[in-house]
């Protein structure tokens, strides 16, 4: 995989996990208007994923490279599948389509709920670890991708400035409107996402485990190919309410 | 002991999520490719077949137990 590929996928990846982080910062800082403590909690959020990301990303960078192949295209597998297992179920209608503008109403509400409650330096406490989980939590994501990404090509700097520019995009889109993202495709998203997740934890996954894949990487747009169309497949099938056969491809 | 728990939890659905049986499938798939891998046949396709079998047969299970 080109840099340019790389940076594109990680790019996108990480987009999906910025909006949603986007939407539970601006519901807690639009609850009380605690601005504020909200950047707080999200710049403390994101000081402990650069934490996590300067103390895995030397140490996975030092394993063999088949060895992370194995294993961190095993994880990588399982967590596409997972999903483009979601995707497809929102997609064909069987699980509500991820709906920025309700998770920000629902969060504003409990944030409301709460009084806004003084400590130390923080003037709003639930808006701040409200901003700080929301932060951690989406970009866990975020930096598991970066780590997975970056290792497996040896360039886990570009996989982490490509993360880092659809942090910077989304949030500056989030403060310019002020709203939760809606317009942005984030269903659409996490089905190229899912894909790919999958795709590149199969090749990566296999070679890891020792397999030589015929065509070595030119293989890979086939696996990805393979993987669109057994989703969009799936999908179908889905959408029309007929049961899947278990053995289908 | 009850943050332990919620931490070994969160961990869980942040790696193994809602079907447990897509990430046992990854494993076996990943030992079959190992071990085919050690022979003289062809261990590539271990993989895709089980993506093929095991995301229809979640997705079966999880749209069944909606009815």
């Given at each position: 995989?080109?840099?340019?590929?790389?940076?594109?996928?990680?790019?996108?990846?990480?987009?999906?996990?910025?909006?949603?982080?986007?939407?539970?910062?601006?519901?807690?800082?639009?609850?009380?208007?605690?601005?504020?403590?909200?950047?707080?909690?999200?710049?403390?959020?994101?000081?402990?994923?650069?934490?996590?990301?300067?103390?895995?990303?030397?140490?996975?960078?030092?394993?063999?490279?088949?060895?992370?192949?194995?294993?961190?295209?095993g994880?990588?597998l399982i967590?596409g599948l997972q999903?483009l297992r979601?995707?497809i179920?929102?997609?064909?209608?069987?699980?509500?389509?991820?709906?920025?503008?309700?998770?920000?109403?629902?969060?504003?509400?409990?944030?409301?709920?709460?009084?806004?409650?003084?400590?130390?330096?923080?003037?709003?406490?639930?808006?701040?670890?409200?901003?700080?989980?929301?932060?951690?939590?989406?970009?866990?994501?975020?930096?598991?991708?970066?780590?997975?990404?970056?290792?497996?090509?040896?360039?886990?700097?570009?996989?982490?400035?490509?993360?880092?520019?659809?942090?910077?995009?989304?949030?500056?889109?989030?403060?310019?409107?002020?709203?939760?993202?809606?317009?942005?495709?984030?269903?659409?998203?996490?089905?190229?996402?899912?894909?790919?997740?999958t795709s590149?934890g199969m090749?990566?996954g296999g070679?890891?485990?020792?397999a030589?894949?015929?065509?070595?990487?030119?293989?890979?747009?086939?696996i990805?190919?393979a993987v669109?169309t057994l989703g969009?497949f799936l999908?179908?099938v889905l959408?029309?309410?007929?049961t899947v056969p278990a053995s289908a491809s | 002991?009850?943050?332990?728990?919620?931490?070994?939890?969160?961990?869980?659905?942040?790696?193994?999520?809602?079907d447990w049986r897509v990430a046992v499938a990854v494993v076996l798939a990943l030992g079959t490719t190992?071990?085919l891998?050690?022979?003289?046949?062809?261990a590539w396709w271990a993989i895709p077949v089980a993506v093929a079998v095991f995301l229809p047969y979640s997705l079966w299970r999880a749209t069944r137990?909606?009815?």
């Amino acid at each position: 995989m080109k840099g340019g590929a790389l940076f594109i996928a990680v790019f996108l990846a990480c987009s999906v996990e910025a909006v949603e982080a986007t939407t539970i910062i601006l519901a807690a800082g639009t609850a009380h208007k605690s601005w504020r403590s909200a950047w707080l909690g999200s710049g403390a959020g994101l000081g402990v994923l650069a934490l996590v990301v300067a103390v895995l990303g030397p140490a996975v960078t030092a394993v063999p490279l088949r060895g992370i192949r194995l294993v961190v295209g095993g994880l990588l597998l399982i967590f596409g599948l997972q999903w483009l297992r979601k995707a497809i179920l929102r997609a064909s209608g069987h699980k509500a389509l991820h709906d920025e503008v309700q998770i920000f109403l629902d969060e504003l509400a409990a944030a409301k709920a709460s009084a806004a409650e003084r400590r130390g330096a923080v003037a709003d406490w639930y808006a701040f670890t409200l901003s700080f989980k929301g932060v951690v939590l989406e970009g866990l994501e975020v930096v598991f991708i970066v780590l997975t990404f970056g290792s497996n090509q040896h360039d886990v700097p570009l996989a982490a400035l490509a993360a880092l520019a659809a942090v910077v995009a989304v949030t500056v889109v989030g403060v310019v409107v002020h709203a939760p993202l809606s317009r942005v495709p984030e269903n659409t998203m996490k089905f190229v996402v899912g894909i790919m997740l999958t795709s590149f934890g199969m090749f990566w996954g296999g070679e890891g485990a020792g397999a030589r894949w015929p065509g070595s990487d030119a293989s890979l747009p086939a696996i990805v190919a393979a993987v669109a169309t057994l989703g969009l497949f799936l999908t179908v099938v889905l959408r029309r309410g007929l049961t899947v056969p278990a053995s289908a491809s | 002991m009850a943050r332990l728990r919620s931490f070994f939890a969160f961990w869980y659905d942040f790696v193994v999520g809602d079907d447990w049986r897509v990430a046992v499938a990854v494993v076996l798939a990943l030992g079959t490719t190992y071990a085919l891998s050690r022979t003289s046949a062809p261990a590539w396709w271990a993989i895709p077949v089980a993506v093929a079998v095991f995301l229809p047969y979640s997705l079966w299970r999880a749209t069944r137990q909606e009815r």
